[in-house]
């Protein structure tokens, strides 16, 4: 998965951001009071053509959407993580290089709604109750690739890292380490990614692999095709049963959570233990009581995803 949330926007033909902020799109819209054509320009990089590749799109029939020149179909029942992610197959569209994604719209909202927008700084309950006629949010790119990461990621606090260079689209790895998913072609994954090793062990028998999970909330094993064992949460042992000596193929899946792929990407501590909607905003916004948000930063942020494991009779 590739998450779109920086792209070039022009309003009525203006350009207003190069390379702005997706969230700050829908607030400067909404502050102008009326109908306001919106042209979103978002570029990936690939070093490969995938097969199997989409774009993933909240509302895509109130847009026109083109990759590389070519229109994509909007109209769609095809959905990922959520119904309302809807995905567009863009397979025919995608070159290896510089590839770019136009989204156009007429953006606009009832009277009532920009009424409420400007009271929303003012009164709770108003701002509890908004409910917009469009919205405009990230979109996202899923398929059969690996996200590269051509630079170092910071460390952070709380199991977290920062990536400050650019993601490119490359070929799915066919090999990984445990230890970390994230920095190997996975930052923005969320779901399940299913593992296969072998391994050498002296004795028939049962083993219990003691893991140490970060970013993951559930994790199942399996021992050369036999019936899966879970573990779920805090749960640190998985168990390997009916083991034979001597080579066995270990299929280890592990689960983790959305938190990866919907953020916050972009707040200066990483790892938040408090999010609320405000923080997922950079520029003044209702959501943040009109300020700018003081925890913001460009990069992106992950919780490393994995686990350690030793394996005991």
């Given at each position: ?98 590839n770019e994604v136009v989204a156009e719209m007429l953006f606009s909202q009832t009277d009532k709604v920009y009424a409420d927008f400007d009271n929303a700084l003012k009164f709770e309950n108003v701002k509890n109750k908004l409910s917009f006629k469009s919205e405009i949010e990230s979109m996202y790119i899923i398929g059969d690739f690996g996200v590269c ?165």
């Open positions: 998965y590739y998450k779109y949330d920086y792209c070039d926007y022009y309003f009525d033909g203006e350009l207003q951001e190069k390379n702005g902020y997706v969230l700050n799109i829908q607030e400067r819209a909404c502050r102008l009071k009326r109908p306001v054509k919106i042209k979103q320009c978002f570029k990936f990089y690939s070093d490969t053509v995938p097969e199997n590749i989409s774009l993933v799109c909240e509302t895509p029939e109130k847009y026109r959407i083109a990759v590389n020149g070519k229109s994509v179909e909007s109209i769609t029942d095809s959905w990922f993580t959520d119904r309302s992610f809807k995905t567009l197959d863009i397979s025919d569209c995608v070159v290896a290089g510089e990461m051509t630079e170092e990621c910071e460390q952070l606090d709380r199991g977290a890292v920062r990536y400050n260079g650019r993601f490119s689209l490359g070929v799915m790895p066919e090999s990984i380490s445990l230890y970390d998913t994230v920095t190997q072609g996975f930052p923005f994954f969320a779901g399940e990614l299913t593992l296969e090793r072998k391994v050498i062990l002296k004795e028939n028998g049962n083993y219990i692999m003691t893991v140490s999970k970060h970013g993951i909330n559930a994790a199942a094993v399996s021992v050369n095709g036999g019936s899966e064992e879970a573990s779920l949460f805090n749960t640190d042992k998985l168990l390997l049963k009916n083991c034979r000596a001597g080579e066995n193929v270990i299929r280890l899946t592990i689960v983790n959570n959305l938190r990866n792929m919907l953020g916050p990407h972009h707040i200066t501590e990483g790892e938040s233990y408090n999010v609320s909607p405000g923080i997922f905003y950079k520029e003044k916004s209702i959501w943040n009581n009109g300020q700018e948000n003081p925890q913001w930063n460009d990069g992106y942020s992950f919780i490393k995803t994995g686990l350690e494991y030793s394996e005991n009779s």
